[in-house]
């Protein structure tokens, strides 16, 4: 099967799949960081246990329910659940700068991995059914009990790991890795408790350029047998076939991906502009509902119908959004009353002088600059004084006379000199173009992600309205009403309030 062929296979939905997939509503979940930074998230699928890693340690508890502090060390980079004897059942790992954490019933424990202090800086964990794979600075390390460590392979190179994949095989274990931005795969063989690894095979992935390595692998997907993120391009080996094939996925303007899962029937990508969600790993594409959509992803975790999202504004879980009856469908006109976007988007770009205007009167600015001359004012001003005094005899009728004389002389000038200068050089290319090309670009991108935020709460909003015409609970319809004024209130304040004087006002 060719490339063509195996990006047909990778959009093809699996069978009994439903096309149309239902809406993913997202709920906060209710765990206080006190103003931390989340930096991971660890997920159990089995029994709904969820850790949250910060920039001071791991919380950890069930959505819905209390969550406690479990560790009071970080930034914590990266947690997973364990389970396969023989390691310790139900234990979370957690990786920080200062080693390796397991935490269970009866406390937490504190190793590092290998010796030196590279080895005790963590990075990725990767669990799989009766061993567990870390990714440090001093390259990638596996254990089956969390106890005895050994490094990955003595065929890897030197250097640290920055992403890392690990499943188990009818031969023991398959760990993928990636060092110093390549790729790496080492098969592992079991003899008890001690895996002996075989020489280690470089994967060469058809990556268009070779500057970036990848940030992310996932192994036993939908449709794919391994998936590689790099920050701008996914790479994805067919289940069936083999064959690498290179995607481009639509991604909001200056993005880059940091993560990959599968779960709630779709594929979900974390990326520093947003949360984005698709049907296949081909796409298409797009944005997530807000708030995971539109802030910054730091972690996800997802399997099965689990989905938790940790984004610079909080921790949120996914569900699918229940459809309305037949009785209670929405009407089609919901929302209808407010601008038309294209309207919005004019009023943000003159509220911000994000238009076109403003780059059309720099590029003419910096035209007509090379016919304007460099003037120059020069101010003179003399002042001079000369005084004089003489002295003579004169014998005047037999007496002696003494004579003086004194006299006085002062000058004053004034100059004032006016100099023009042309450099005719400018008119066939001036310096300046340089700069205008670099604020030109800048505001495009400005531009664009104004545009993108302003399309999301617009739409989030229609959303909103939509079903609010069709609830029928007070408290529900209460909810609803707050949600939309606060997507308004939003849209306002991009459009300096033009929104709030031409959006129809909500019936009481």
């Not at 009766?130 to 392979?153: H, P």
Request: overall charge neutral.
């Amino acid at each position: 099967m060719g490339p063509a062929l195996a990006l047909l296979a990778l959009a093809a939905p699996r069978a009994g799949a439903d096309l149309a997939l239902p809406a993913v509503a997202w709920e906060p979940v209710a765990v206080s960081v006190r103003g931390q930074e989340v930096t991971s998230i660890g997920l159990e699928p089995r029994s709904d246990r969820l850790a949250i890693g910060t920039r001071r340690g791991v919380l950890a508890g069930r959505a819905g329910e209390p969550f406690t502090r479990t560790l009071r060390r970080g930034p914590v980079y990266d947690l997973a659940f364990l389970s396969g004897a023989p390691l310790p059942e139900g234990a979370l790992l957690a990786s920080s700068d200062d080693g390796l954490h397991r935490i269970d019933e009866v406390g937490v424990a504190t190793f590092s991995p290998g010796i030196g202090e590279p080895a005790r800086v963590g990075g990725r964990i990767a669990a799989a059914e009766g061993a567990v794979a870390v990714a440090t600075a001093a390259g990638a390390f596996v254990s089956r009990d969390t106890q005895r460590w050994q490094a990955l392979s003595t065929s890897l190179p030197a250097g640290a790991a920055t992403a890392i994949a690990l499943r188990r095989d009818r031969d023991g274990f398959e760990c993928w890795t990636a060092i110093r931005g390549r790729l790496w795969r080492t098969q592992l063989r079991t003899r008890g408790a001690t895996l002996i690894p075989d020489a280690s095979q470089r994967v060469t992935l058809p990556m268009p350029s070779a500057d970036e390595g990848p940030v992310d692998v996932v192994l036993d997907l939908p449709g794919a047998d391994v998936a590689v993120v790099l920050p701008r391009v996914l790479v994805v080996r067919g289940e069936r076939d083999g064959v690498w094939t290179v995607l481009r996925p639509e991604l909001p303007s200056g993005a880059r991906m940091r993560r990959l899962a599968h779960a709630l029937d779709r594929f979900w990508l974390a990326t520093d502009r947003g949360l984005l969600e698709a049907p296949s790993l081909a796409g298409p594409w797009r944005r997530a509902a807000p708030p995971a959509g539109t802030a910054e992803v730091r972690d996800l975790a997802g399997a099965g119908r689990r989905l938790v999202v940790a984004t610079v504004a909080g921790v949120v879980t996914g569900r699918p959004r229940v459809a309305p009856s037949a009785d209670e469908r929405v009407p089609a006109r919901a929302g209808q009353g407010d601008p038309r976007i294209e309207h919005v988007h004019r009023a943000a770009l003159a509220y911000l002088e994000l238009n076109a205007s403003r780059l059309r009167s720099l590029r003419r600015s910096v035209n007509r600059r090379a016919w304007l001359p460099v003037a120059a004012l020069r101010v003179g001003y003399d002042d001079d004084r000369a005084d004089g005094w003489n002295h003579d005899e004169a014998f005047v009728s037999g007496d002696m006379r003494r004579l003086h004389d004194r006299d006085g002389d002062r000058s004053r000038d004034l100059e004032l000199a006016v100099t023009l200068s042309w450099d005719f050089g400018d008119l066939v290319f001036d310096p300046e173009e340089v700069d205008v090309s670099r604020e030109t670009r800048a505001l495009i991108e400005l531009r664009d992600d104004v545009l993108d935020e302003i399309t999301q709460l617009y739409y989030e909003r229609r959303r909103v309205l939509a079903e609010l015409a069709g609830v029928r609970d007070p408290a529900a319809g209460l909810r609803l009403r707050l949600r939309a004024d606060e997507l308004a209130a939003g849209i306002d304040a991009w459009t300096g309030g033009w929104f709030g004087r031409h959006a129809q006002p909500l019936a009481p």
